[in-house]
């Protein structure tokens, strides 16, 4: 494994672990609200976290890094599935302290990565790529 290699798994794992922080604190936050709208509101402020954490990961990949257009997407979804996969680990935990255990928690595992990793490759590839038409400063 090259250096370049070891350090998109490095920054993947980054973004990953921001996507995860993300998530079970607004979790953590929406468990204990007080009403439907404030844990409604929780949620959309975890999305809109989300989208930041993704959209400065874009940038960085093809500002910073000038990294191609299928590299920067392939990041990208690696650091989302990273991120989803730490979420469907804690809910398989959390599932096993609290009795509600499912052998479907273990189908998560895999299920949660692909299905956030397959969206955030196409749309990372769609932004990656009108960047890319952009001029460089």
Avoid: K
Avoid at 2 to 20: D, K, L, M, P
Avoid at 74 to 94: D, I, K, Y
């Amino acid at each position: 494994m090259g250096a370049s290699s070891h350090q998109s798994w490095v920054r993947a794992t980054v973004f990953g672990c921001a996507y995860f922080v993300v998530g079970m604190v607004s979790s953590a936050l929406a468990a204990h609200a007080a009403s439907d709208h404030a844990r409604l509101l929780w949620r959309l402020a975890a999305w809109a976290a989300s989208g930041v954490i993704y959209a400065t990961h874009i940038g960085h990949e093809h500002f910073r890094l000038r990294n191609s257009t299928r590299s920067i997407a392939l990041h990208v979804a690696m650091a989302v599935a990273v991120g989803a996969f730490g979420l469907a680990v804690a809910a398989t935990v959390h599932s096993l302290f609290t009795a509600h255990y499912r052998p479907g928690y273990l189908v998560a595992l895999v299920a949660w990565p692909v299905i956030t990793a397959l969206p955030a490759l196409l749309l990372a590839l769609a932004a990656s790529a009108l960047l890319a038409r952009l001029p460089r400063p």
